[in-house]
């Protein structure tokens, strides 16, 4: 992923709205396309390939600097590897607070992004924020693994169909 941001750095910030647009429908759908593919063949696994990896990684590493979008990506790839949700849910959060973290500098000084302001709001949305986590860790307890997996297909396929209509 790190490689990818790097790339999404160089190529991201003068990157036009329209290829933009495409570009992230695009790695939504092939990752659906995917997954279904994988589903119909009964796969218990991802495949093992170091080249598979990472490829997954780059392509993520680019959509998450370019359109914060590596969470769609990412998320059916964990679906993929059927993961359970309570693991699911856990690596994606510590795998977007370490990305995030190294995505911040780049905001600040390359792309010029993030200023005192928008840093403002941030901290303004915090009680929010934390309402939110509270909320979302008492309703993935509620929610079962396979009604969980077809839920994070659903939305990600809302999201690209979004995107692509705005």
Known sequence: MVGGILIGVLVGKNLPERIFKLGM???ILISLALLVWWDRRKSESVPQH???AGLVGIVAGVCTMIGNLAGAFTNLYFLAMRLPKN???GTAAWLFFITNLFK???HIWVWETISPQTLMVDLKLLPTISLGLILGVKLVKLI???SYRKFII???AIGAL???LR
């Open 144 to 146: 079962s693994n396979n």
């Open 154 to 156: 659903a939305v990600t």
């Open 104 to 106: 911040l500098p780049f």
């Open 25 to 27: 429908v695009g790695v």
């Open 162 to 164: 979004v995107i692509l």
């Open 87 to 89: 693991e699911f849910v």
């Open 50 to 52: 170091w080249s598979f």
